[in-house]
């Protein structure tokens, strides 16, 4: 999987520092990273995707991409079985160039890439082979927050959509949560790359998104105080401008049953909490997840208000 035309970081495939981790694993010669990925891209499925954000599934649909492995270890992943434990099958660029294609022809609003990290240099690959055929749908670059603000730089214009989370405020929590202790540090900086280089989230005449950022908030049991400290930070540095995504869904999937702290659902009163700053703080746009809608996998109930239209 070698890139030519990209930037140091998606070309050295040699020497993998893609992710926060650089961990440096020579994925070309057969050695597997961190994240467990080695030289041939996974993916675990694909299809139309209803149950994201508003301006992200539409009326038709999001091309949803689900990437096989991650760069964090979450031990409440609902995705565990592809995220950590390596389920799917194995792509070159020109096939998932055809599942671009497909989702194209489906009529999808979007591509939307879940958890690509690891595999940026085969998509940037399958995306060149779509583009030169003509074909362009939004990029959706839907992530954990965890990103080195250098790799999203160099995504520059191959990503119109971030769709990112700020998970945790304070690094015991994420080395406990994702054994990643550098996350605020990583995620917060990468955030301001997208920030910079996507800006506000402006959607067209169908209120489907075209470019910018959205930032998810995921409510966490007992740190519901981490989600307001982080709306405090994105205000202070990007503004109260920024579409925000609170969510609610939080069950204790995967290992987080058996550990004190993570083993429940979040409470009304810790999400009402987080509702209450984000008005607080003046944040306008956004979607807000119904506090029942928790124990669905996909985003249903969001309130329908809409990113402001540009
Ligand atoms: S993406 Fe995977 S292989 Fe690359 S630096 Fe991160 S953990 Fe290592």
Redesign the pocket.
């Given at each position: 999987m070698p890139v030519s035309g990209f930037g140091p970081i998606i070309s050295a495939t040699d020497r993998?520092?893609?992710?926060p981790?650089?961990?440096?694993?020579d994925?070309r010669a057969g050695e597997k990273?961190?994240?467990g990925?080695g030289v041939e891209m996974e993916i675990y499925s694909y299809g139309r995707h209803c149950g994201e954000e508003p301006p992200i599934s539409g009326t038709r649909g999001s091309g949803t991409v689900f990437f096989s492995r991650c760069?964090l270890r979450c031990l409440y992943c609902q995705n565990h079985p592809w995220s950590q434990e390596a389920r799917g099958d194995r792509y070159d660029a020109a096939g998932l160039a055809a599942v671009f294609r497909s989702l194209a022809d489906e009529g999808c609003h979007n591509w939307n890439l879940v958890s690509p990290?690891?595999w940026i240099p085969g998509i940037v690959q399958a995306l060149e082979m779509v583009h030169n055929k003509g074909r362009r749908l939004p990029v959706v670059y839907n992530t954990s927050g965890y990103e080195r603000a250098e790799t999203i730089r160099e995504l520059s214009g191959l990503a119109q959509v971030y769709l990112a989370d700020l998970r945790y405020s304070r690094p015991e929590s994420a080395l406990e949560g994702s054994g990643a202790a550098d996350y605020v540090k990583a995620a917060r900086k990468a955030f301001l790359e997208m920030w910079s280089q996507a800006g506000a989230l402006r959607v067209d005449s169908e209120g489907i998104a075209q470019s910018g950022v959205i930032c998810r908030l995921l409510v966490l049991p007992g740190r519901a105080v981490e989600a307001c400290e982080n709306l405090e930070w994105l205000k202070a540095n990007a503004g109260a401008g920024v579409c925000i995504s609170l969510m609610s869904q939080y069950i204790p999937a995967h290992l987080a049953g058996g550990r004190p702290g993570w083993d429940r659902g979040i409470s009304r009163a810790e999400y009402d909490m987080v509702l209450q700053a984000a008005m607080d703080l003046g944040f306008e746009n956004g979607h807000v997840q119904d506090f029942g809608g928790r124990a669905a996998r996909d985003l249903v109930g969001f309130n329908m208000k809409q990113g402001r239209k540009t």
């Open positions: 993998c520092e893609l992710c981790r650089r961990c440096g694993a994925r990273g961190f994240c990925a760069t990290t690891p």
